[in-house]
């Protein structure tokens, strides 16, 4: 099978000779052969390993993505950050920790957005009513 990971800059990895991939969504762990059927799935933050035929493992952490199955012969994974390695553990320990930081930061930041965004909808229509004497933020 093909292996093709991208991230928005780079191809990261791109295998002809792939035997098995295993990677997780967000219904757990699951591993592909060749011959699966066409499958589209969302990855969360984890390590993707798979094993080349002549035996050899490969690894990568990624960022999230979206994996697709086609033809049973081709996998593709689209990230937007992804990380190769030689050792799953080492990179389940240093890199994915990081992924998880800066994910709940973005996660932090859009929550902290929306309730600006709400406050000042608020204030709008507080404006449109007449209603303007309140000058307190919520």
């Known amino acids: 099978m093909r292996l093709l990971i991208t991230d928005p800059l780079a191809v990261v990895a791109d295998h002809e000779d792939i035997q098995s991939l295993r990677a997780e969504d967000e219904s757990g762990c699951f591993g592909i052969l060749s011959g699966h059927v066409d499958l589209l799935t969302v990855l969360t933050v984890s390590v993707v390993s798979w094993r080349h035929a002549d035996g050899r493992l490969g690894c990568c952490a990624v960022r999230r993505g979206v994996l697709s199955v086609r033809g049973g012969t081709e996998i593709a994974i689209a990230t937007r950050e992804a990380r190769l390695g030689d050792d799953p553990e080492t990179?389940?320990?240093?890199?994915?920790?990081?992924?998880?930081?800066?994910?709940?930061?973005e996660r932090s930041g859009r929550v902290a957005a929306l309730r600006?965004?709400?406050?000042?909808?608020?204030?709008?229509?507080?404006?449109?009513?007449?209603d303007g004497s309140r000058t307190g933020v919520e």
């Open 91 to 105: 990179l389940e320990q240093v890199v994915l920790s990081r992924f998880e930081a800066e994910a709940e930061a």
């Open 116 to 130: 600006l965004h709400t406050q000042a909808v608020r204030r709008i229509v507080e404006a449109l009513r007449g």
